[in-house]
């Protein structure tokens, strides 16, 4: 299943694009899942907070899934939707993508989650999520 070939997302754009450096690897040589983790959190607060039109909080991570190893250089690219909203959290799917090597890239479907957040006000307790 390593190096598996898979497709962007047509027609979104990553809410998140980095490039794991070596400081961020494992002992077996792969970006630490860690790093992984913190970087899907960071995406998903991003469309969150977007949609919430406030700052957000991580209350749960429903699911996480490492599909495949994400090596130093690949080009990672973060895409967050949105599951559902309720009256003060919200719930996003995290799909990552690696784009590996130059030349004649590859792009690979590496981890997806899916993260409730929760609508806080600036003394940190729960807001109402404005209706779109």
């Known amino acids: ?6 497709k962007l ?18 002992p ?3 970006i630490f899942g860690g790093w992984v983790m913190s970087q899907v959190d960071i995406a998903g607060s991003i469309a ?11 209350v749960a991570v429903n699911s996480f899934l ?3 190893p994400i090596s130093v250089g690949d ?5 967050a939707e949105i599951v559902k ?5 919200i719930t996003l799917s995290v799909e990552v993508f690696a784009q590996r ?24 307790c729960k807001r109402e999520i404005p209706a779109q």
Not at 48 to 57: F, K, Y
Not at 104 to 122: G, N
């Open 75 to 79: 080009v990672v690219s973060f895409y």
């Open 66 to 68: 490492f599909k495949q």
């Open 28 to 30: 077996n040589g792969d």
């Open 85 to 89: 909203v309720g009256r003060t959290s």
């Open 101 to 124: 090597r130059a030349h004649d890239v590859l792009t690979v479907k590496v981890t997806e989650a899916v993260l409730t957040y929760v609508a806080i006000d600036a003394g940190g």
């Open 9 to 26: 997302p047509a027609g979104r754009q990553p809410q998140l694009r980095v490039m794991p450096m070596p400081s961020d690897v494992n």
């Open 48 to 58: 969150a907070q977007l949609r919430t039109g406030g700052a957000v909080a991580t």
């Open 1 to 6: 299943m390593v190096n598996q070939p898979a």
